[in-house]
């Protein structure tokens, strides 16, 4: 790799990195919305069930089934930002280690 594919590329994984940062505050914030539509759901749907307090719990978890799925996907989503977050991070590493053996490459 050139000198300067190394740079560009350095540079683009450093912009990639930072708009992970964003990424990750959005699927943050989708997760703990998704979060409180599912607890609001079930603390509402309990409170309305009839039955002892496993039939109301049941009722209310099976109300809140899509809610749960939802809060599921956005986790998803959450930790799969944080997967390539950190796979940007190992890649700049490993840039940043060829980057210093070409310089070492050069000085001999």
Known sequence: MLPSELIQELA???AE???GAEA???A???LAEAEHELDTIEQKAFIKAQ????DRTALSKLEAADARLQRDLRRAEFNRVKVKIKQIETALMALATQAKLIQQEVKL
């Open 17 to 19: 990195n930072r708009k």
């Open 12 to 14: 683009t994984l450093t």
């Open 28 to 30: 943050e914030v989708a």
């Open 51 to 54: 039955g002892t307090v496993a």
């Open 24 to 26: 990750l505050f959005a």
